[in-house]
């Protein structure tokens, strides 16, 4: 009689039924034998939604990830329908990731000609870092770090690529946006092309996180990517940046755990007492904790004890950790999440004053300041 695998079917209090077991199974590049063994025995279920499966790994950025562990350990078990729409839409994304690529390379080189330093976040250099291949991590637009006085030349050049601004504004309009505490991209479309471009001037809208970005540009790292020479940012500060972004939208990707998962993994040397003192100093601890306790639990990752034992000793890390896995891994049809993210970024921010700062936000939101998208 053949033992099957022990499956993680409660995480956090949360049944996790067997489409996301399997899902979270393969949310990783590095598959041990135990995650093969459990792998094998969802796909032999015959009660398995698989309509739920993909879309859900579609929802959550997890696309390649399944696809090529899936085709890799189960592609003879897998139903074959199933396994060749999984295979047109990772080979569909693969297409587009290479697309954003080669357009980021050009930017970035326009950029350097220009004498304009630049830092591209998130999109490929990201699946590069994290994955080893743009291919095995889904992302749809392109993000660009510049100083705040490049932003307009940066514009100028952007338009005479065939980008336009995605909202137009004024003079008087433009000036107001760029000093608003609230906005922290300038978006640009290509539409032959079919790129949105968010060039950045700070990590996050200020009513998020206290990252200074003059901090960033002061411990910037060179790399290399599409064959040139770039800047980009120290593990601890990625895990800083990447923590800020997923908690500015209360983690609502799966994905996002895996990034945290393959960073921690492919950088051993962490210093982990340095990067909770600058979140501290951040007033981004809270957000850095949930996204290790959510990776540590939901995706599986280990982490120094003293780390765990720091997060685990904050009660709103653990009772916000624990709504935000419900929210995760059920079929979430909650009519009131605007109210759940306002509370969220209330409670995970420590400082009175930056408290208050989002809450001074959110009653312009309410008033209809239109200047005002605590979602954007």
């Avoid at 601890?285 to 004890?305: A, S």
Wanted: hydrophobic share 40%.
């Amino acid at each position: 009689m053949q033992t099957l695998a022990k499956l993680n079917t409660k995480i956090l209090n949360v049944n996790v039924r067997p489409e996301m077991q399997l899902l979270l199974c393969c949310a990783s590049t590095k598959i041990d034998a135990a995650k093969t063994e459990q792998i094998k025995s969802l796909v032999q279920r015959t009660d398995l939604d698989w309509q739920e499966i993909t879309s859900s790994a579609w929802k959550h950025g997890l696309i390649p990830l399944l696809y090529t562990n899936i085709n890799a350990i189960a592609s003879d078990t897998v139903p074959q329908d199933v396994l060749e729409q999984l295979r047109k839409l990772f080979y569909t994304n693969a297409q587009r990731s290479l697309q954003l690529t080669g357009e980021l390379v050009q930017l970035l080189r326009l950029l350097q000609e220009n004498g304009i330093l630049a830092v591209p976040y998130k999109g490929p250099v990201l699946a590069n870092l994290l994955y080893g291949n743009i291919a095995l991590r889904q992302f749809c637009d392109l993000d660009i770090l510049v100083q705040p006085q490049d932003i307009l030349k940066f514009k100028d050049l952007l338009i005479s690529q065939g980008y336009r601004p995605q909202i137009e504004l004024t003079k008087t309009e433009e000036a107001a946006y760029l000093k608003d505490k609230s906005k922290h991209t300038y978006n640009f479309i290509h539409d032959s092309k079919r790129i949105m471009l968010e060039v950045h001037w700070r990590i996050t809208p200020r009513y998020t996180s206290s990252i200074e970005v003059k901090y960033i540009w002061k411990h910037l790292l060179s790399s290399s990517f599409g064959g040139m020479e770039i800047y980009s940012f120290s593990p601890e500060n990625w895990l800083l940046l990447l923590s800020t972004h997923a908690s500015r939208h209360r983690w609502e990707k799966l994905s996002w755990l895996a990034d945290i998962a393959e960073l921690i993994g492919r950088n051993p040397e962490i210093n982990w007492q340095m990067l909770i003192q600058q979140a501290s100093e951040f007033d981004c601890r809270r957000m850095v904790f949930i996204g290790l306790f959510l990776t540590y639990n939901i995706i599986g990752i280990t982490l120094p004890n003293e780390v765990l034992q720091a997060i685990e000793a904050d009660p709103e890390v653990v009772s916000l950790s624990s709504s935000i896995c419900q929210q995760l891994l059920t079929i979430n049809t909650d009519s009131h999440r605007f109210m759940q993210n306002t509370f969220y970024q209330i409670r995970v921010r420590e400082g009175l004053q930056n408290k208050l700062l989002y809450f001074e936000l959110f009653m312009r939101w309410l008033m209809r300041d239109k200047n005002v998208l605590l979602d954007e």
